[in-house]
């Protein structure tokens, strides 16, 4: 499989990244046994990049499979932490849940933030660069949806690496177009940060344009990897054939692979909070029933809208 310099982090990658958020608890909330597999396979496999938050609850997963794989890979995790000591117990909780003394890639998670982001977590930020300068991080940086965040990030001279969405719909971007978006990822890239990207399938959305959405983000010049989720072994041994390059005439189909997410009306008590947490804006309330309901056209399937549900009424179908 093919790999990647990671921007001016010195930091090689295969083209192909595990993330890690479909398999838990946000997600498919799949055992831990049963995604440490996914993530062994991965690994044995040939991927030697994965991608993780704290958020995502599947460190524990990743510390079995690698243990079991017996394969070191690059990590980057990410904390949604505010401030100097909340950064602080992420980076110490993923060096501890991970089983790993340095971690790879440190970003500040800020999918739906602004650029006031960098003030509002100036702390955390801080924290960051401090555990970069021990050793502890090898690169840090910023996971977003937002155009705006990517142009300024490029101009920091302190990031090393941008994690952004982008996909041929132009799903999912905030502050911008598909063309805006790729601009200041270009921007990013000429400034010599380490760029991968999320979302490529637009959370899944457009899994029926597998080859037409991949070949799209895989050509966009100065990008290392493209993170994929994955929550099964047919779904670990396609992308590693796809990225393998195998001819199209040996793939299997993937026509029919499907997901989208749904509130059980029954379920829900109205408190909004999946509507303020939804990064893409695709919760809302009802004016009549005071329930929250998906809108579809929106949908990343990313799930974070179930980690602020109190009443787990929100479900993958």
Not at 150 to 172: Q, Y
Not at 251 to 266: A, C, E, H
Request: hydrophobic content about 40%.
């Amino acid at each position: 499989m093919k790999t990647n310099r990671l921007g001016r982090t010195g930091i090689e990658v295969t083209e192909l990244c595990f993330g890690a958020l479909p398999m838990g608890p946000a997600q498919k909330d799949m055992p831990v046994e049963e995604s440490a597999k996914l993530v062994e396979a991965a690994l044995l496999g040939g991927i030697n990049f994965i991608d993780t938050a704290q958020m995502y609850h599947t460190y524990a997963p990743i510390r079995l499979g690698i243990k079991r794989a017996g394969i070191r890979p690059v990590i980057a995790t990410k904390s949604a932490a505010a401030d100097y000591e909340g950064m602080q117990a992420a980076i110490e909780e993923a060096r501890r849940e991970l089983d790993i003394d340095v971690i790879d890639i440190m970003l500040l998670h800020a999918a739906r933030a602004g650029t006031s982001v960098f003030e509002e977590r100036v702390g955390a930020l801080q924290c960051m660069l401090d555990y970069k300068e021990k050793g502890i991080l090898r690169a840090v940086g910023i996971s977003t949806h937002n155009v705006k965040v990517v142009e300024r990030a490029a101009g920091m001279e302190e990031l090393d690496v941008v994690f952004p969405i982008l996909n041929l719909h132009g799903t999912g971007i905030l502050e911008g177009t598909r063309a805006d978006m790729e601009q200041a990822v270009q921007t990013a890239v000429d400034a010599g940060k380490g760029v991968y990207l999320m979302k490529a399938l637009s959370g899944g959305l457009h899994i029926n344009e597998f080859d037409d959405c991949m070949r799209y983000a895989r050509n966009i010049p100065g990008i290392a990897a493209v993170a994929l989720g994955m929550v099964s072994l047919r779904e670990v041994e396609y992308n590693l054939k796809y990225f393998s390059d195998i001819p199209a005439d040996e793939l299997p189909d993937v026509q029919g692979w499907s997901k989208r997410y749904t509130v059980v009306q029954s379920l829900c008590i109205g408190c909004g909070r999946c509507v303020k947490g939804c990064p893409n804006l695709a919760m809302e309330m009802g004016k009549e029933t005071h329930k929250a309901h998906v809108l579809q056209d929106r949908c990343l399937t990313c799930g974070y809208c179930t980690t602020y549900c109190p009443q787990f009424a929100i479900r993958i179908i």
